[in-house]
Nanobody, 115 residues
């Protein structure tokens, strides 16, 4: 069983920055694909970024150059650094762990970008 506990998020003005964290229990963090997803009101959940155990990252076009996913395998923790935030980034953000067999989700954290 894997538990993902998120922290960070909140209210920020356009152009500001936030960092999200996702701490994983269990021993599978280092061998799993980790990712961030988000869901805005009235919209489907969408992929924001993924990171493989080997360090390869992929980003949605809408966040490329602004968001950075990183992972600290020693601490079983993944981060999402979000810079130059825009109002359209407003959503509930979820971290995800894909072990190859099972899919796990964090509890979600609200990010609101507004002046």
């Amino acid at each position: 069983q894997v538990q993902l506990v998120q922290s960070g998020g909140g209210l920020v003005q356009p152009g500001g920055s936030l960092r999200l964290s996702c701490a994983a229990s269990g021993r599978i963090f280092g061998s799993s694909v980790m990712g961030w997803y988000r869901q805005a009101p009235g919209k489907q959940r969408e992929l924001v970024a993924t990171g493989t155990p080997g360090g390869t990252t992929n980003y949605a076009d809408s966040v490329k150059g602004r968001f950075t996913l990183s992972r600290d395998n020693a601490k079983n923790t993944m981060y999402l650094q979000m810079n130059s935030l825009k109002p359209e980034d407003t959503a509930v953000y979820y971290c995800n762990c894909w072990t190859g067999s099972y899919d796990y989700w964090g509890q979600g954290t609200q990010v609101t970008v507004s002046s």
